[in-house]
């Protein structure tokens, strides 16, 4: 059974901080995506990062994939508080097969909340 | 706005019951797959649906099941309620790659 595990699971900061978001397992993943949930709301996809050491950028949004695929970390600069929500990590592994395609693995989440 | 939508948005159910929640996914995705999500907590995968077959399962029970239309849109049914099957339930709809995520089935069983 492939987990990931998410950390913190609590952020509470003051708008204008920076914050970062770890995503690890011990198994490899063949991608791993990032979303963002609002209450009451289904997940919203940030990224989808693929390649071991892969770095993307979203504005203030800056995604990381280790270089082994097992870890990711999410890091946002000068926080608002419209960043506020549940951010999720989640990793799909096609390596099993392509009838893995679309089955993914999620963290636990990290609740954030930015105040003004 | 991801094109996928799910009914009802909120259901109150009784201990022993069976509820149907549906989902209408995104215009050409032919693979749907269902989660659910305990309060303060990550999605869980149930099972997926690939052209109107099982396409695998998660660790729930049979009285968890499903079903894929020739239109992919999607139905899941939970019989025997319990207290603990109170939950967000999600339906994403994907065509080899992302997944886009409905806005949920928020179900509480009592």
């Known amino acids: 059974t492939q987990l990931l595990e998410q950390s913190p699971q609590f952020l509470s900061i003051q708008e204008g901080e920076n914050l970062t978001v770890y995503c690890n397992s011990s198994s490899v993943f063949s991608s791993l995506q990032w979303y963002r949930q609002e209450p009451g709301e289904g997940p919203v996809l940030l990224v989808t990062v693929v390649t071991g050491g892969e770095v993307k950028k979203l504005k203030r949004l800056t995604f990381q994939f280790g270089d082994a695929r097992k870890d990711s970390s999410l890091h946002i600069t000068a926080a608002q508080p419209g960043d506020t929500g549940l951010y999720l990590c989640?990793?799909?592994?096609?390596?099993?097969?392509?009838?893995?395609?679309?089955?993914?693995?999620f963290g636990q989440g990290t609740i954030l909340t930015v105040h003004p | 706005e991801t094109g996928v939508t799910q009914s009802p948005t909120h259901l109150i159910k009784t201990r022993g019951q069976q509820v149907t929640l549906r989902c209408s996914s995104q215009s050409g995705h032919n693979t749907v797959s269902w989660y659910q999500q305990a309060l303060g907590q990550g999605p869980q995968f149930i099972f997926q649906?690939?052209?109107?077959?099982?396409?695998g399962r998660g660790n729930f029970p049979p009285r968890f099941s499903g079903l894929q239309f020739p239109n992919y849109s999607s139905e899941l049914n939970v019989n025997a309620l319990e207290l603990d099957d109170s939950a967000l339930y999600l339906c994403?709809?994907?065509?080899?790659?992302?997944?886009?995520f409905g806005q949920g089935t928020r179900l509480t069983v009592v």
């Open positions: 994403a709809s994907s065509r080899g790659g992302v997944a886009f």
């Open positions: 989640a990793g799909e592994n096609t390596y099993a097969g392509g009838t893995s395609y679309g089955k993914l693995t």
């Open positions: 649906y690939y052209r109107e077959e099982e396409n």
